[in-house]
């Protein structure tokens, strides 16, 4: 084949280190999720299709590139937003992501309904923790998690 092609749709889960609620600040979630974005469409080729989460994670749906490791594109996110966050003020200068993340294979079919759960986040997660909430995806994706090294 000549051409090279892919499609494939992933779900990012990254936690802030020790799940400490960095983002309860006004706008600072809405603006870290526009940052992100670009930063993602610019530097990785990441193309997002949605991006939510709460004051101490985000999750992230998107288009991978077929050029840039998940690796890579993990790191590009985490760096750029660290430090557009830690220059929205001194009192975010401690600001650090945990040093894992969950990624998860998505469907075309099952995008709308994981949007309309990543949208409502707030509702969510009044029923369940992030590390329930974690669990739950690792065991529906069949991944399995040691809770010695999963939680920083």
């Not at 992933?10 to 979630?29: H, L, Y």
């Not at 469409?41 to 994670?57: A, M, N, W």
């Not at 594109?73 to 200068?93: C, D, N, R, Y």
């Amino acid at each position: 084949m000549s051409q090279s092609l892919a499609k494939v749709i992933a779900q990012v889960v990254c936690s802030t280190k020790t799940r400490k609620g960095w983002f309860r600040e006004g706008g600072m979630r809405t603006d870290r999720y526009a940052y992100n974005s670009s930063a993602l469409s610019r530097g990785v080729d990441f193309k997002p299709i949605l991006i939510g989460g709460l004051d101490d994670h985000i999750q992230i749906l998107g288009l991978l590139s077929r050029k840039v490791s998940i690796a890579d594109m993990i790191k590009e996110s985490k760096t750029h937003t660290s430090k557009w966050v830690k220059k929205a003020g001194p009192q975010l200068f401690g600001f650090q992501w945990q040093a894992g993340y969950g990624i998860f294979s998505g469907s075309p079919s099952r995008t709308p309904q994981v949007k309309g759960y990543m949208a409502n986040q707030e509702q969510h997660h009044r029923g369940m923790s992030f590390q329930d909430e974690f669990r739950e995806l690792c065991r529906r994706h069949g991944v399995a998690i040691d809770e010695r090294y999963v939680w920083e």
